[in-house]
Structures are given as C-alpha cells and as structure tokens.
C-alpha cells in the first residue's frame, strides 16, 4: 500500500490565519504542524520568574479533540508572542508543536511551570471549546455540502414529486435565502431525471427548509470560529467567551437534530421502494444494525442541552461533537439505501442470495430507459467508479466501502466534496446573469492591481512630458474605414440612429490622428488610457472590449529622435510593471518593401502579403507559404524566396551590419536602403541608453495596419503565461494627412494592458500574494444602534483626511471580523464603557494590541501611528 501523503501547515507567520480545515487535518494525523521562523523568533529566551498553572486541555477528550485543542493554544501562544507586552517563551510553543508530530500518544502533566503571561494565555483562551468548535465547523461544512445531493438520490430513489422546490419564492421580497438556494441547487441535481415527478410524499417538500437552516447554522458556525481561533487572547479577558460560543453551537445542534430526523425518514422510505424483498430484507438488518436511530438523535441532543445548562462548555462541544458524528451516519446510511434503491430501477432486476446480489436477465418486458438528474448522474457515476466492489458482488462489502468514501476522514472524500462544488457552482452559472463572451467584469482585488498598473503607466508618459487626451467611443465610419487593412472587417458597426454611420473604435492611434488634423496641431505628444472594441474571436488574452495605453509624438523633430524616445518608453513601461522577461521584436517597414521588391512581389500586394507575414508568430511558414500561394496568388519561387529573408533575426547591430554588406541586395534597394540607414540611428541611441538587450532584430515581423510607414515593434512577454502580443507600435507618416491638408510624422506605441494585466492576476497567484481590496484604515466600531455617533465620530476622521468607514452593530466581534476580512489596520471601538469615560478604545488589528485614547486626543493619535506604520 502506497504511503500516505502528508501536509505541512505553518503556524504564526505574518498575516497568517489558522483555520478550521487545518485544525482538523491536524487532528486527524492527516497534516504536520511547523511553527514559522518569524514567529519563532519572538518568542523569548529568558527564563523569569515562574508559576504554577493548569494545563487547560481536559484528559476527558478523545486524541482528536485534544491534537485540535493543542492546535488551537499553540496559535494563541503564537498570536499573544506578537503583542510587545508579552513575554512567551520558545519551551511551550516548541513542545506542543513537537507533541502533535509524534506519533506517541500526547500525554502532559496536569499543572505547568509557566510564566505569568503564559498563564494567562492557557487560563482564558479555552482550547478545548475552540479546537472542537474547530472541528464541528470543518465536519458541519462538508455535511453542508453533501446532504442535498442524497436528498435528490432519495427523491428519485422514491420517485417524489419535486415541483415545490419551484414555489418557495412568493415574489413578496420576503423569501427564505437559503432555503431558496437548497431548492435551486436540487433543481439543478434532478433536471433531466425522470425518476422524479410520480408520487406525492410528505416531507419532501420540507427538505430546502430542513437543510436551509443548517446551512444557516453552518454558515454563523464557520463566522464565529474563524474569529476565535485567531483572535488575541487580551480580546477575552473578562468576557463571556463561551456563552458566546454556546449561542452560535446551540443553533448547530438543533438543526442537526432535524436533519437527522429528516434524513432518517427517507432512508426508511428508501428501503420501503425496494421491490426486491430478499434485498430489502437483507438491507434492513444491515441498517437497523449500523443506523443510528431517532431515539440516539434525540438524546445526543438531550445531553447537548444538560451540558450548557450547567455551563459546561467542553462537554456541551464534545456532546454537539457526538450528536454530529451520529447525524453524519444517519446521513451516510441515507446515501446507501437510495443508491441500493435506485439500482434497482436499472434495465434487470436485483435478487438476493445469501449475502451476494445477483442481476435476473430473465424478463420480457421492455423496461423505459432511465435517465438521472444532471447532479446526481454525476454524483452516481462518481462513486461506481471510486468503489472497489459493486452492489452485485456483496452487500455487506459494498456498504463497508460506501460508508468508508462517505467518511470525511478517508482522503478520498475530497473527490466527492470537489464534484459537489462544480454541480452546484454550475448552477450558479446557470441562473446569474452573464456577460457577453471576450468582456469581462473585474472585481476589487483585481481593480487593485489594475489601478496601480494604470498608475505606473501615466507615471512613465508624463516623466516624457506627454499630456492626457480623450476621445469619443465611437467614431463616424468613415474615419475608421480604410486605415486597419485585412482587420477592418473587425470594426464594431452601430446602428444608425440619426442619419450618421458610426462605428466603436478599433484603436487609439485613428481618432488621435483625426484630432491632431482636425484642430490645426502640428506638434503633439500625448498619452490616453481608454477602451477599444474589435469583433474578434475571443481566446485568452484577447477580448472584444480592452484598454489600451498609447503614448505617441506628432511633428518634425530630430532623425529618430521621436522613434527612439517611444522605444525607450515601451521598455520602461515593461520594466517598471515588474511582469518579467520580454523581447522587443522590431522591424521597418520601408525594408519589408524593399525585401518585397526583391523577391519579385508586385507593389499592389505589398500590403496584402505583410498581413500574411505577420502570422509568422501563430503560424509556421509553411502555412503561411499555402496562403500566399493559393489565396494570394503569389508565385511559389517568390514565395519560396521571402521564406529566405523572414527567417532573419537576431541582435540588432549585428543583423543590421550584416545586411549592410558589400554586395547586400538591400544596400541596392532604395527603400530597404534608406531604412537600413534609419535603423542604423535608432540602433546606436537604442544602445547608449543601454536598453538595446531587450530588442530583436526580427524581418518577419509585419504588422498588419495599413498605416504604418517606417519603424515598428511588438513587445512578446517570454513567461510562462501566453499571452501574445503585450504591446505594439510603428511610425505612421501619412495616417494624420489622411483627414486633412498638412501631412504631421507621428510615431507611437500602445500597451494592452489586458495581457499585462493576465500575467499580473498569474503571477500574483504563484506567488500565493494577497491584494488588499481596500485603502481604509480606520473602522469607527459603535457598540451599540446609535448611528449619530457614529456620523460624529467617522465624520473628523474624514475631515482629517483619513480613510475611514464606520459599523454600528451590538457585537463587537462583528466590527472585528469585518476589519480582518477587510484588512483594515485600526479599530476605534466606542462602546458605553468608551462613552462614560469619554474616551475611545483604538485596537491595531495585526498586533491585536488595544489602548484607550482619550475621545478628543484620538485624530492626533491615528494619525501618528499611521505615519509611523507607514499605512
């Protein structure tokens, strides 16, 4: 047997958070536990003066209780270590985490040699509840995930009518959420099946508003804990920690309670419509044997309630613990009566004999196909193909390997967890509304990176003295028409709605060259950051609607003075935005026609042909030789000849010396001739400005827009991440004359943000970064409903010009998860204590550290620590 794969989790590191999934795999033997370096290295070395204290993880709980519930102290110890005024040692934090990675049994003395803040952390951070809060949060969340799948197994197990779940909403903006959202997800696990829709049975319309509450319960358990686990223990000093606790479990247990009720029920009725009696014979004493019963639910419930009557916390999590564990069975057993059921609905029927299941062929009615919902086929299907034996070999073996893939302890529960969260995502595909295909929405953390993006880009036009320009979205037809070639044809046309034929621009680079003509302007340089839209098939990196980043000099300046500062600002741009390596293929124009010339194309081609040489980088030069042959009528040894010269490529100075040579038929070209001279130029200032490393000498390079008449380049990320082009730009001479009577050079280039945009969202995600979605610092807390405190308090904080946001709500918790979802760095908590003493609580969430601020000292204050902590 293969050895079983172990994780690694890492406790106290910066901004780390400990989480409920850990705990458990930690407690269940499923993941190692490392403390981080940086954690490790506050901790203290001194050894002061030392007390007694308790060890606060009770010899009453089973090991996984307890490896959680050292989980859970090991973190507290870690975040009370990052508070300046505590003083942990490395002893206890090392020993705990040396405890949990052993494979002995963990064994610690009743009482502790401790010093006093290591008292205080293992007197009041109450583990053992939070560890095993840890663990039913991580277990409640994946039966969530489960129980409406074998929900729609037993509906079409039973054949139930299922047109309730499609009258839950009364349209009275008054809807139960979340048993709206059982109902569509089931909706979406039975569409197709014709298993459902036969018998009226009562109950099953019950089931969105049975599992609606759990989810409800689930999602308050998952809040709550999440707070705990890594909360500072300074936060609970004094407080009614786990009555609060109490509160959230209590609710858990009650509605596990009626789930387990509920799916009892079915499972019952699932064997009832087993037709087979030897079947459902022998399945009934396997399920009376192994299936906990209602009078088990409800005195695990019975025992929840005793335990937090008498205040006895760890008992009364230990009890939801129990009560979970029996509901889970209840549930499993549910999956294996509806799955036995429904095989029996199959083309043969299911016959007993003994222990072993066999099919009977012998039938002569034709039996209607079967057709399962799209989520429960799949679900089926799923769990045919992980089981290792099969409802026709044993019965009994088959339930043992059922139950096993439905425990949520075997690695292989993750696989089914995996194929629940894709039916049910698709569903929500499939009832939100969408966006057109090559568009996209972009959310805050993603708005984060983009505007900083943004920010560097204006950062480096207006370093070149470039100023900001806008233009309209649309442009009139005829402005576009003509000046894109072969892409013309992926103009957006509008419909006309006034006597005029409009069109959505394709770039930036026309509509600045029609304001350029249209106002008189002979001397220009400029940058604009706008949309642009193509009718394109859209593929990664390539899109319908993008931003553009064009930055372009018009008027008569130095001999590639222009062509070399736009270069430059292109290899700035690449290197400031940090995506890493690139090329910079360039070419010229004028050399593609003298090139052209000589290998014998006709001038009325020229055009045609470089938009087929500019497919080199998608295609390979075969296929391009067939498009030019056969589309583009172009002899084969001419074509043949132009395969020579794109193959061309390299450092820049080098290639261009070469093709200077004696002999060289470009020398003999004027065109080439002239270009060659320019490029010379370019060369020589690209190189003592030192980025010439970064550009290709590449003659394949063509670029497709008719307007181009010299110098061009295309920028090529060489990442991992394919892309394509990043950015692109040319020198085009006569494209300004085309819209009036004085002919203005220009060159420019433009940046698609959007494929630097895709290599930024990549290699933040292997990186495993983190963007923080919001700039506020301050959280004006109100403890309390009184909103004109609020108003008072947030309002001077704007007014000193701060980023501030405000909550008014009776639980103070509530603020604090908000700033840590958030990642808001101040708290200001006003609560009646703050208000009789007329001063404010201001809490740093990273330290968990709190002081109180006088009311009128407290802008001075905010202001000062985020100056210092530089926020």
């Known amino acids: 047997m293969a050895e079983r794969?172990?994780?690694?989790?890492?406790?106290?590191?910066?901004?780390?958070?400990?989480?409920?999934?850990?705990?458990?795999?930690?407690?269940?033997?499923?993941?190692?536990?490392?403390?981080?370096?940086?954690?490790?290295?506050?901790?203290?070395?001194?050894?002061?003066?030392?007390?007694?204290?308790?060890?606060?993880?009770?010899?009453?709980?089973?090991?996984?209780?307890?490896?959680?519930?050292?989980?859970?102290?090991?973190?507290?110890?870690?975040?009370?270590?990052?508070?300046?005024?505590?003083?942990?040692?490395?002893?206890?934090?090392?020993?705990?985490?040396?405890?949990?990675?052993?494979?002995?049994?963990?064994?610690?003395?009743?009482?502790?040699?401790?010093?006093?803040?290591?008292?205080?952390?293992?007197?009041?951070?109450?583990?053992?509840?939070?560890?095993?809060?840890?663990?039913?949060?991580h277990l409640s969340t994946a039966l969530m995930a489960v129980v409406d799948v074998f929900a729609a197994l037993s509906c079409e197990a039973l054949g139930a009518h299922v047109r309730a779940f499609s009258s839950l909403d009364s349209g009275d903006g008054f809807a139960d959420k979340e048993a709206n959202g059982v109902a569509s997800d089931l909706k979406v696990l039975l569409t197709g099946s014709n298993l459902v829709g036969k018998v009226d049975i009562k109950g099953i319309s019950k089931i969105p508003e049975t599992n609606g509450r759990l989810r409800e319960a689930v999602k308050l358990m998952h809040s709550t804990t999440r707070v705990k686990l890594n909360s500072s223990v300074m936060l609970e000093e004094g407080s009614s920690d786990d009555e609060s606790v109490g509160t959230t479990v209590i609710s858990l247990a009650v509605a596990l309670r009626n789930l387990g009720k509920s799916s009892l029920c079915r499972g019952k009725m699932n064997l009832e419509s087993i037709d087979v009696e030897n079947l459902s014979n022998s399945l009934m004493g396997l399920f009376e044997k192994g299936c906990p019963n209602e009078e088990m639910v409800e005195k695990?419930?019975?025992?929840?309630?005793?335990?937090?009557?008498?205040?006895?916390?760890?008992?009364?999590?230990?009890?939801?613990?129990?009560?979970?564990?029996?509901?889970?069975?209840?549930?499993?057993?549910?999956?294996?009566?509806?799955?036995?059921?429904?095989?029996?609905?199959?083309?043969?029927?299911?016959?007993?004999?003994?222990?072993?299941?066999?099919?009977?062929?012998?039938?002569?009615?034709?039996?209607?196909?079967?057709?399962?919902?799209?989520?429960?086929?799949?679900?089926?299907?799923?769990?045919?193909?992980?089981?290792?034996?099969?409802?026709?070999?044993?019965?009994?073996?088959?339930?043992?390997?059922?139950?096993?893939?439905?425990?949520?302890?075997?690695?292989?529960?993750?696989?089914?967890?995996?194929?629940?969260?894709?039916?049910?995502?698709?569903?929500?595909?499939?009832?939100?509304?969408?966006?057109?295909?090559?568009?996209?929405?972009?959310?805050?953390?993603?708005?984060?990176?983009?505007?900083?993006?943004?920010?560097?880009?204006?950062?480096?036009?207006?370093?070149?003295?470039?100023?900001?320009?806008?233009?309209?979205?649309?442009?009139?037809?005829?402005?576009?028409?003509?000046?894109?070639?072969?892409?013309?044809?992926?103009?957006?046309?509008?419909?006309?709605?006034?006597?005029?034929?409009?069109?959505?621009?394709?770039?930036?680079?026309?509509?600045?060259?029609?304001?350029?003509?249209?106002?008189?302007?002979?001397?220009?340089?400029?940058?604009?950051?706008?949309?642009?839209?193509?009718?394109?098939?859209?593929?990664?990196?390539?899109?319908?609607?993008?931003?553009?980043?064009?930055?372009?000099?018009?008027?008569?300046?130095?001999?590639?003075?222009?062509?070399?500062?736009?270069?430059?600002?292109?290899?700035?741009?690449?290197?400031?935005?940090?995506?890493?390596?690139?090329?910079?293929?360039?070419?010229?124009?004028?050399?593609?026609?003298?090139?052209?010339?000589?290998?014998?194309?006709?001038?009325?081609?020229f055009r045609t042909i470089c938009s087929s040489i500019d497919k080199l980088d998608k295609q390979t030069f075969e296929q391009v030789k067939k498009e030019m042959v056969e589309e583009k009528g172009l002899p084969v040894e001419t074509a043949d000849r132009i395969g020579t010269f794109v193959k061309e490529k390299g450092s820049p100075l080098k290639l261009l010396s070469r093709l200077k040579q004696d002999g060289s038929e470009f020398m003999e070209n004027d065109a080439s001739n002239q270009a060659l001279g320019e490029l010379e130029i370019l060369f020589q200032a690209l190189e003592k400005s030192k980025c010439i490393n970064k550009v290709v000498f590449d003659l394949s390079l063509a670029r497709g827009l008719d307007y181009y008449t010299g110098v061009i380049f295309e920028a090529v990320f060489k990442g991992a991440t394919q892309v394509g082009s990043i950015a692109a730009g040319g020198r085009y001479d006569n494209l300004i004359g085309m819209f009036g009577t004085k002919q203005v050079p220009a060159v420019g280039v433009s940046l698609g943000i959007e494929r630097v945009f895709a290599i930024m969202e990549q290699l933040q995600k292997e990186r495993n970064q983190t963007t923080r979605a919001t700039e506020t610092q301050v959280l004006v807390a109100i403890i309390g409903d009184n909103l004109s405190q609020a108003a008072e308090l947030v309002s001077e904080l704007w007014n000193a010009k701060l980023k501030a946001e405000f909550g008014v709500n009776k639980k103070v918790m509530k603020h604090i998860s908000r700033a840590v979802d958030s990642r808001i760095p101040f708290v200001v908590i006003v609560g009646e204590h703050e208000l009789n003493e007329g001063n404010v609580t201001l809490k740093y969430i990273e330290t968990q550290v709190e002081e109180k601020v006088h009311r009128n000292e407290i802008i001075d204050k905010l202001l000062k620590e985020i100056e210092f902590r530089n926020f």
């Open 300 to 605: 695990g419930l019975k025992f929840v309630t005793e335990a937090v009557l008498k205040n006895d916390y760890v008992k009364f999590v230990q009890e939801v613990n129990v009560l979970l564990g029996i509901v889970w069975k209840i549930v499993a057993w549910e999956a294996v009566t509806a799955f036995v059921a429904l095989d029996g609905k199959g083309e043969e029927a299911v016959v007993v004999d003994g222990g072993d299941v066999k099919v009977d062929k012998k039938t002569d009615k034709k039996k209607k196909k079967v057709s399962r919902g799209k989520g429960t086929g799949v679900i089926v299907q799923l769990t045919k193909d992980t089981l290792q034996s099969k409802v026709g070999d044993n019965l009994e073996k088959w339930i043992e390997d059922l139950l096993l893939f439905l425990d949520p302890k075997d690695p292989e529960f993750d696989t089914l967890l995996k194929k629940v969260k894709e039916i049910v995502e698709s569903n929500e595909r499939r009832r939100l509304p969408k966006v057109p295909k090559g568009t996209r929405d972009f959310a805050k953390e993603q708005m984060v990176i983009r505007e900083r993006a943004f920010s560097i880009i204006k950062n480096v036009f207006k370093r070149h003295g470039a100023t900001a320009l806008d233009t309209p979205t649309f442009e009139l037809r005829e402005t576009l028409m003509g000046k894109y070639g072969e892409d013309s044809k992926l103009i957006y046309d509008l419909a006309d709605q006034g006597g005029e034929l409009c069109s959505l621009r394709y770039d930036l680079t026309v509509p600045f060259a029609r304001y350029v003509a249209m106002n008189g302007i002979t001397s220009f340089k400029r940058y604009q950051i706008a949309s642009v839209f193509r009718r394109d098939n859209p593929s990664k990196g390539r899109y319908r609607e993008f931003f553009q980043c064009d930055f372009d000099i018009a008027g008569t300046y130095e001999k590639m003075g222009p062509d070399f500062e736009v270069v430059y600002v292109l290899t700035e741009l690449l290197d400031e935005l940090n995506i890493g390596d690139y090329e910079i293929k360039l070419n010229h124009r004028m050399l593609l026609d003298g090139m052209l010339e000589i290998c014998g194309v006709p001038p009325e081609k």
């Open 5 to 137: 794969k172990v994780k690694t989790i890492t406790i106290g590191g910066k901004g780390s958070s400990l989480s409920s999934s850990s705990v458990f795999a930690i407690s269940t033997g499923n993941a190692r536990v490392r403390i981080d370096s940086s954690a490790l290295d506050k901790l203290s070395d001194q050894c002061p003066a030392l007390v007694k204290s308790r060890f606060p993880v009770p010899k009453t709980l089973n090991l996984e209780e307890t490896r959680a519930s050292l989980t859970v102290l090991l973190n507290k110890l870690l975040v009370a270590s990052s508070a300046s005024s505590n003083k942990i040692r490395t002893d206890l934090p090392v020993l705990i985490s040396k405890a949990l990675n052993s494979q002995n049994a963990l064994d610690f003395p009743e009482t502790l040699d401790v010093t006093e803040e290591e008292r205080f952390v293992l007197e009041e951070s109450s583990p053992a509840v939070h560890g095993i809060c840890a663990i039913l949060d």
